[in-house]
């Protein structure tokens, strides 16, 4: 009831500001948004926290737009998030039910996730990092930082930054420039998967509102699984989810004023998604709730400026097999941050302030509250013509472990078709709170858990080739102190921190778009390698998270669109650190989508036909929780 109170005080106090400010003029600009209107691909805002071309940053940025989405065989932003080149996507079930993301060796809890700039990461832990408030139809736009921004962003961005922008917030997209527009979009499959969304948006001179929701489920397949003490051997992969939001993007005299509102609600077996033991039968419900508003200037005002206030609620319902009573879990947590920015002949600095506070209530791991604050300096120098410069600096305070500063340092030099980029910088990572209170009979916390620091420095290059085809290569290396992760101790998993880890490895990334006679062609690839090493102290099959990461990870996806058809396809295969004789060792995974597009009574629709996991493979990514087998999907979208 706290949390709920003072969430609604600071809105209605944004509310007021922007009521206040109010002079809505058929003249005001509708462009002026915290974020660049139609956001060009040479320009991203994740690596600076600002506007900023993409070359200038020192830093390597992977840019999904709204067309990338739609020609991908794809039904979540975890399945888009798996194109992604080196974003390592460990999913527990199919049709992103959930799923871990790690980067550049990082743990589940070393990405951060941001939805319109604000960090959405669960206090409690990071499985449910992809339990998003939005659906697939509301992105507009994904941009990925790879590597730390501690510095930027605060605790977690240790492996890097994803960062989700919606349509209402860009103000972008495939909708009319003023007016109504109305998206409906259904798919049916195997085992009576279904998955029906609808987006409505209107927009007017002063004002943007738009809504959206979806529905999605799934029978599942049956699961054998291992006797124990009399259970049944068979479990069931179905699940079913809900999710529905709402957004208001207004022009207040000089400023926009942007809220959004949105609800998740999942229930899936959940068999062996967090052990490997033969008495899980595990089922889990979460429910997610989120609130959002932001004040901000015009992106051209000489000194542009934003506040904003998010907040979350998330419960997480979990029973390991029918013989054990459930465990509920209610995380909370509220976040506000401002910033500001400057130009001073060639120097750019942005500078600002966040503070938040958390807390869990869990009848089996105790009722906790903690409050953070941070504060951040950011300077990007134009030295020369074709030198810029990068620096930032954040200091933070937690409870959990003291002051912590973060510093880091990007340069870029643009040699016109090439870019060479170099820089590093200091990360840190919280325990979160299943790491320090679990307490179940298969997993033990450990309250006295040190936070992770470490320093991370990379080298890398962007080239623009003919023809289209752009080249981006980065190496990087790591090297942790007390790296968190969990120890099997006989049946049971003990959190701890460990001495030291270091992380070394190589990214590539290949991207070729171009209109070749009557088709469209887009390509791209990406191969990352990865070696780590931990403090050795055990062997390698007894940590449980720290090396299930890729060591050889492949990525790619191609599609070609010929007149009213669109054929893609997209795949990855991984090899992982260890080898443990698990179909999570090694496998790759095909996917395959086609579509056509036409007009009926006026309105433009698109027919689709995918096949996922289209050489059926049987594999999983988290211990041995099953992925789904081979599944066809038809599909219709009508766009009005």
Do not use: C
């Amino acid at each position: 009831m706290r949390f709920h109170r003072l969430f609604a005080v600071l809105s209605i106090a944004v509310l007021i500001v922007g009521g206040v400010r109010a002079q809505p003029s058929p003249s005001t600009d509708t462009s002026a948004v915290a974020f660049e209107v139609n956001l060009p691909d040479s320009v991203v805002v994740t690596a600076t926290r600002v506007a900023a071309e993409a070359q200038t940053t020192g830093r390597q940025v992977s840019i999904y737009t709204q067309r990338d989405i739609q020609n991908l065989s794809v039904n979540s932003v975890d399945q888009l998030l798996d194109v992604v080149g080196g974003v390592d996507v460990q999913s527990r079930g199919g049709f992103g039910v959930q799923s871990d993301l790690k980067m550049r060796g990082s743990t589940f809890n070393g990405v951060l996730l941001l939805l319109d700039g604000a960090r959405i990461n669960d206090p409690y832990t990071g499985h449910f990092l992809m339990d998003l408030p939005v659906p697939l139809s509301e992105i507009a736009r994904v941009e990925v930082l790879h590597g730390p921004a501690t510095a930027l962003y605060g605790p977690d961005a240790l492996g890097g930054v994803v960062h989700l922008i919606t349509k209402t917030a860009l103000r972008s997209g495939r909708m009319p420039d003023t007016g109504l527009a109305a998206r409906v979009d259904g798919r049916y499959g195997k085992n009576n998967f279904y998955d029906v969304s609808g987006a409505a948006r209107d927009v007017g001179a002063n004002t943007t509102v738009s809504a959206a929701a979806s529905v999605q489920g799934s029978d599942g397949q049956t699961v054998s699984a291992a006797e124990s003490d009399g259970l049944s051997s068979t479990v069931q992969t179905d699940f079913h989810r809900r999710a529905a939001t709402a957004a208001v993007s207004r022009n207040v005299g000089d400023a926009t004023f942007y809220a959004r509102a949105g609800v998740d609600d999942r229930e899936f077996g959940a068999y062996h998604f967090y052990t490997d033991f033969a008495s899980d039968r595990a089922r889990e419900a979460t429910s997610t709730f989120w609130l959002q508003s932001r004040l901000a200037s015009a992106h051209d005002a000489e000194t542009p400026w934003q506040v904003q206030i998010a907040g979350k609620q998330h419960r997480d319902r979990y029973t390991y097999n029918p013989a054990v009573g459930p465990n509920r879990h209610i995380s909370r947590m509220l976040n506000v941050q401002g910033q500001a920015s400057r130009t001073w002949g060639t120097v750019h600095v942005t500078g600002g302030a966040s503070g938040g506070v958390r807390g869990v209530d869990s009848n089996r791991d105790g009722v906790h509250r903690d409050a953070s604050v941070g504060t951040f300096v950011s300077l990007r120098w134009q030295a020369t013509s074709r030198l810029t410069v990068n620096q930032s600096t954040r200091l933070d305070y937690d409870p959990v472990y003291g002051v912590e500063p973060t510093p880091q340092l990007y340069v870029a030099y643009d040699l016109g078709a090439a870019t060479l980029r170099a820089g590093g910088g200091r990360v840190v990572r919280a325990p979160n709170y299943l790491e320090r209170f679990i307490d179940s009979p298969t997993n033990q916390g450990n309250e006295n858990l040190d936070a992770e620091t470490a320093w991370s420095g990379e080298v890398g290059a962007d080239v623009q080739m003919p023809a289209n085809l752009s080249l981006s290569v980065t190496g990087f290396h790591r090297s942790t102190e007390n790296a968190i992760d969990y120890l099997r101790r006989e049946a049971v998993f003990v959190a701890r921190n460990l001495d030291r880890t270091t992380t070394t490895g190589l990214e590539t990334e290949m991207t070729f778009d171009r209109q070749m006679g009557p088709a469209g062609v887009r390509l791209s690839a990406a191969y990352t390698f990865l070696d780590a090493t931990l403090d050795a102290q055990r062997p390698t099959t007894a940590y449980k998270y720290g090396l299930n990461s890729a060591r050889h990870h492949v990525q790619g996806s191609a599609a070609m669109t010929v007149g009213a058809v669109t054929v893609s396809l997209q795949g990855t295969w991984r090899d992982r650190l260890t080898d443990i004789g698990l179909a999570t060792d090694r496998y790759g995974v095909v996917h395959s989508r086609l579509a056509y597009q036409t007009r009926l009574g006026g309105a433009r629709t698109t027919l689709s036909a995918e096949v996922r996991n289209a050489f059926d493979r049987q594999y999983s990514e988290i211990f041995d929780a099953p992925m789904p087998n081979r599944t066809l999907l038809v599909g219709a979208s009508v766009q009005l």
